[in-house]
């Protein structure tokens, strides 16, 4: 079968279904034999995610009237992230993306029209695009106004690092092996990596790899995590002895990292209200050779799945827009909505109310997003101080991100992390 047209049937879950990107492929790329083809539908898909909204203006300039059919406009949306963004040669190009409308022949013309008259008029179209800032940035409009609402001096690169590729982070089981050690080992097999200063666990490689490559992946010497991720563990400040509750666990990366940090713990208990999620914690507690009593609940309702003893520690990684995330899932940009927010906002006030009584005397709950909108973040904590007399902020003394008015907030691309935000508060 076509590439471009298994691209565009991807595609069409996203746009029509509102199938997230990384459930679309899973449904299709299995099918697919070569991995070499695998790659290449892969980065078509993330490639016009990525820039749909540029894409789509300079295909609605192309047109006269709008394209009805979806898999069709999908397919032509293919063809220009081909044109305008990959080294695939423009004759080859435009005829392998002609080819895949056999089954729909009346769309074999306007297909080829389409992508030849940008060859011939690209650098007006570019310079149209370029003149509307939600189309030069390639975000929907909605989410360009919240930005430089948030963030006015920083928009501008927040949208450049949304459409770049992530890093490849990896985080170092520091139990097992030292940094030094394991950077070593990567050198060895001409690996390029680098440590970060500010996490002691934290490794980016200057190019992906696949895990496979990884020395000790398998035996649970080092895992793919987002440096920002790695944050978390260490400003909970767990001790030995301690019960410990991540909510909203899954899938678990964090949890692991806790149990690495400190291996002498009462108790971990990590919650996710999706039983498939969770058992994704439990593969990686598995292939990391920890425990941890895993339970399938809600966060919200805490009296279903609660045993009665409190935690000294708790890690609320809340449910969010995952706006911070972009560049890993450029699909964000075409699912979410400007109306989620308001509802998530809500979910994560009702979720943090529900665990405090949870928390300890003098205990520490740590709440992260991996989100950049103040609503989510900064404003969220500021109402449940006001909310909760016996919750006090506690101080987040670090050179990574940017001090909020409560809590700190990374910014996506910020030292090659992506967009989080961490807030500490202990229960006096």
Request: a neutral charge; hydrophobic letters at 45%; charged letters at 20%.
């Amino acid at each position: 079968m076509n590439t471009r047209l298994i691209a565009a049937r991807i595609l069409v879950r996203v746009l029509q279904d509102g199938q997230s990107l990384t459930v679309a492929l899973e449904a299709i790329l299995p099918s697919v034999e070569s991995d070499k083809d695998k790659a290449f539908i892969q980065a078509l898909c993330y490639g016009v995610c990525r820039y749909f909204y540029r894409l789509d203006f300079i295909l609605n300039a192309l047109l006269t009237k709008p394209l009805k059919d979806i898999e069709i406009k999908a397919l032509a949306l293919v063809g220009l992230y081909q044109l305008n963004y990959m080294r695939v040669k423009p004759h080859a190009a435009v005829s392998e993306t002609v080819l895949a409308t056999q089954k729909k022949p009346w769309a074999k013309g306007l297909i080829n029209a389409l992508l030849r008259s940008f060859l011939r008029d690209q650098v007006a179209l570019e310079q149209k695009a370029d003149s509307m800032v939600w189309s030069a940035m390639s975000h929907p409009k909605w989410l360009v106004k919240q930005i430089n609402i948030d963030w006015p001096e920083q928009a501008s690169d927040i949208f450049f690092e949304n459409n770049q590729p992530p890093p490849m982070s990896l985080r170092v089981n520091l139990s097992r092996v030292s940094r030094a050690e394991y950077l070593q080992q990567l050198s060895d097999l001409g690996i390029d990596a680098m440590g970060v200063d500010f996490c002691a666990s934290a490794i980016i490689l200057t190019k992906p790899v696949s895990v496979t490559l990884l020395p000790g992946f398998d035996h649970g010497h080092v895992s793919v995590q987002d440096v920002a991720a790695q944050l978390a563990a260490g400003l909970l400040e767990v001790q030995a002895g301690q019960r410990v509750l991540d909510v909203c666990a899954a899938p678990g990366g964090k949890t692991a990292h806790i149990l690495e940090t400190q291996s002498a713990l009462k108790e971990l208990v990590a919650v996710d209200i999706d039983a498939i999620r969770l058992a994704r914690v439990s593969d990686t507690m598995q292939r990391l050779q920890l425990s941890a009593t895993l339970v399938v609940g809600d966060g919200a309702q805490p009296d279903s799945w609660w045993d009665g003893q409190v935690f000294e520690r708790v890690l609320l990684d809340a449910p969010c827009s995952a706006l911070g995330v972009i560049r890993r899932h450029p699909d964000i940009k075409l699912l979410r909505r400007a109306e989620d927010i308001t509802v998530l906002q809500g979910l994560q006030s009702s979720i943090l109310a529900a665990v405090w009584p949870l928390l300890a005397k003098d205990g520490i709950l740590v709440y992260a997003t991996c989100s950049i909108l103040k609503q989510e973040n900064e404003l969220q904590i500021a109402d449940f101080l006001k909310a909760h007399p016996d919750a006090v902020e506690l101080p987040i003394d670090v050179t990574w991100g940017v001090e909020a008015s409560h809590g700190r907030q990374i910014l996506t691309g910020q030292s090659a992390m992506d967009g989080f935000y961490y807030a500490r508060i202990k229960k006096q």
